[in-house]
C-alpha cells in the first residue's frame, strides 16, 4: 500500500513539472481576434436599440393613456365598460341596438388595450437615450455576438499589446553589415582604378591600425592593383598631389571612413562603372580575395572587391526591390529584408573569404544604397517604423526570409524551391524539414494571371517564402497588415523587435 501512494506522489509531482501547455495564439489569429473583438460593440448598440424599440412601445402607451384620459380611473372604468356593451352590440345588434352610441368609447378601449400590454415594457425607459443608435437597426449586427467572447476579447488585448511594441520606434541603426557590392578584375582595377570621393573629408587606412592618408572634401582618392607581391594595392590621390602619398598596401585591404569618427551622415561616391547607384552611407573598403565563390559567381577567382560597412538599419533604407508606394506591402517587405540580411550576418560563411556578408545584386537581394534611398524618401519613412523588427522561427533563431515575385497559387517548400530557374515537381508533404518557416502555403493572392509553374521558374520565381505580388494583393486589396501578411507566407514565426 505504502509503494502504490508513493507511486501515485510521484506521478502526481511528474505531472505539476510537465511544462505547461502553449496557448498562445499565433499572430495571424490574434489579427483576427484584433479585427473581429471590435465588432462586438456593433452587436451591444444593435441590442441596446432593440430595447430602445420597446421604451418607444412603452411610450406611445402612456402616450394613447394620457390622450384618452385613462390615466383617470374612472373615465377608463367607464370606456371599459362601454367597450363591453359594444362588443353586445356587435354580437347580436337586434336584441343590443340601444348600445350602438358606444362605438366611439369601444374604438378608444380598444386602442387602449391593444397598447396595454407594453406597459411592462416600463423597465426600458433607461433605454430612451439609445434613440442614437439606429443605424444599428440592422439583423446582420446579430452575428456579431459571438465575437465577445473572452477568447476574443484576450486576442484583441494580446494584438494591441503586441502592435504596441512594434511601434516603439527606437534610433538604435543596428549591428554592422557589410555588402559586397561590385568587384573588379586585377586587369580592370589596372585599367581603370579606384575612384572614391566623400561629402566630407575622410582618412584613408590599411584597415590594421596604419592611416595611409586625410583626404579633404572636394578632393579623391585612387586605388589601382600593383600584384607585387601577389594582392598589393597602391593608393594614391587625384594628380598625383601629395595628399594621400603613393603608398602600396600589402595586405591587400584599403579602408576609407570619416576623418571626424562620425559614419552617420558619412556618404562616398564610391564611382561604380556604368551605374546610377554609386553613392552609400557608412565605411567603404577594398578587399583582394582569392576564392571559389568568386570563380562561380564573378567568372575569376581572384578579384578585389569593393565593400560598404554601415549599420544595418541604413542598409534597409537603400533596400532597392520596392518602390515604397503601399505602405503595408512595403513594410512586410522590409521586415523580410531585414530579417533575410540578419540571417545572413549571424549564420552564413558563404561570402566570409571575400570580407562580406552578402551581395548588392539580386542574387542576395538588391540594394542601392543612398542615391535609392534619396530618390525613394517612403522608404527610409517606413524603415523608421518597423525599426529593429525581424522574424524569428519557433527556435528562437532567425528566419531565412526568401521572398520572390509570383506564384503559380501555391508557394513550396524550401526542398521543392525552383532555385536556380529549375522547374522542379512537389514531393509530399507541405512542412520543410530544412526552414519550417518555409513552408508550402496556399497563395490565391500571388498567383500569376497568366504564367504556369515551369515558365514562372524560369523567370526566376523560386516560389518560396513571401511573394510580392501577393503581399501588395493583400495590403492594397484586402487591407492587411504587414503583420498578418508576414504571419500568412512564413509558418509558424514570430515578429519581434530585436533593438
Not at 467572447?149 to 499589446?161: P, Q, V, W
Not at 503586441?162 to 557589410?178: H, K, P, Q, Y
Not at 501577393?470 to 495590403?475: T, Y
Amino acid at each position: 500500500m505504502r509503494k502504490i501512494i508513493a507511486l501515485q506522489l510521484i506521478l502526481a509531482i511528474s505531472i505539476l513539472l510537465l511544462p505547461a501547455k502553449d496557448v498562445t495564439a499565433s499572430i495571424a489569429e490574434d489579427y483576427e481576434y484584433y479585427k473581429k473583438y471590435p465588432l462586438y460593440s456593433k452587436y451591444e448598440k444593435y441590442k441596446k436599440y432593440q430595447k430602445y424599440k420597446k421604451y418607444k412601445k412603452y411610450k406611445k402607451y402612456t402616450e394613447i393613456k394620457k390622450e384618452l384620459g385613462f390615466d383617470n380611473p374612472a373615465v377608463r372604468q367607464a370606456a371599459k365598460d362601454a367597450y363591453g356593451k359594444y362588443k353586445l352590440y356587435k354580437k347580436d345588434p337586434k336584441k343590443y341596438y340601444y348600445y350602438a352610441g358606444y362605438y366611439q368609447q369601444y374604438k378608444n378601449y380598444s386602442k387602449y388595450k391593444e397598447y396595454s400590454k407594453y406597459k411592462k415594457y416600463s423597465k426600458y425607459k433607461k433605454y430612451k437615450k439609445y434613440k442614437k443608435y439606429s443605424k444599428y437597426n440592422k439583423s446582420k449586427y446579430e452575428k456579431y455576438k459571438k465575437y465577445g467572447s473572452s477568447k476574443y476579447k484576450a486576442g484583441y488585448n494580446r494584438y494591441k499589446a503586441f502592435m504596441s511594441d512594434l511601434g516603439n520606434v527606437t534610433s538604435n541603426r543596428g549591428a554592422e553589415i557589410r555588402v559586397g557590392l561590385w568587384s573588379y578584375s586585377k586587369e580592370d582595377m589596372q585599367e581603370t582604378p579606384f575612384k572614391i570621393t566623400a561629402n566630407k573629408d575622410f582618412e584613408v587606412t590599411d584597415c590594421n591600425g596604419t592611416t595611409i592618408g586625410e583626404v579633404p572634401v572636394g578632393e579623391n582618392a585612387r586605388v589601382t592593383y600593383v600584384g607585387d607581391p601577389e594582392g598589393t594595392l597602391q593608393v594614391y590621390n587625384n594628380n598625383d598631389i601629395p595628399v594621400v602619398p603613393t603608398t602600396d598596401v600589402e595586405s591587400g585591404q584599403v579602408c576609407f571612413e570619416a576623418s571626424d569618427g562620425n559614419s552617420e551622415d558619412m556618404i562616398f561616391d564610391a564611382n561604380k562603372p556604368s551605374s546610377e547607384y554609386d553613392n552609400y552611407r557608412g565605411k567603404v573598403k577594398l578587399q583582394y580575395s582569392e576564392s571559389g565563390d568568386n570563380e562561380t559567381q564573378e567568372g575569376g577567382s581572384k578579384r578585389i572587391w569593393v565593400i560598404n560597412a554601415l549599420p544595418l538599419e541604413h542598409y534597409i533604407w537603400g533596400f532597392g526591390e520596392i518602390g515604397g508606394g503601399v505602405t503595408e506591402h512595403s513594410k512586410a517587405m522590409l521586415v523580410a529584408a531585414r530579417t533575410y540580411a540578419r540571417w545572413y550576418m549571424e549564420y552564413s560563411t558563404k561570402w566570409a573569404a571575400e570580407g562580406f556578408h552578402l551581395l548588392s545584386t539580386s542574387s542576395s537581394q538588391i540594394y542601392r544604397g543612398y542615391d535609392y534611398e534619396k530618390d525613394h524618401k517612403t522608404i527610409p519613412e517606413l524603415a523608421k517604423k518597423t525599426n529593429g523588427i525581424v522574424m524569428k522561427n519557433s527556435e528562437g533563431d532567425f528566419v531565412l526570409a526568401a521572398y520572390c515575385s509570383w506564384s503559380d497559387g501555391s508557394t513550396r517548400k524550401y526542398e521543392d524551391g525552383h532555385w536556380g530557374g529549375t522547374c522542379k515537381q512537389k514531393t509530399p508533404g507541405n512542412i520543410s524539414s530544412v526552414h519550417p518557416e518555409l513552408s508550402a502555403v496556399s497563395d490565391p493572392y500571388g498567383k500569376h494571371p497568366t504564367l504556369g509553374t515551369c515558365a514562372l521558374a524560369s523567370a526566376g520565381n523560386h516560389m518560396v517564402g513571401m511573394i510580392a505580388n501577393g503581399s501588395l494583393v493583400m495590403a492594397r486589396d484586402h487591407g492587411k497588415p504587414y503583420t498578418a501578411i508576414l504571419s500568412h507566407y512564413y509558418h509558424d514565426i514570430s515578429i519581434v523587435k530585436e533593438y
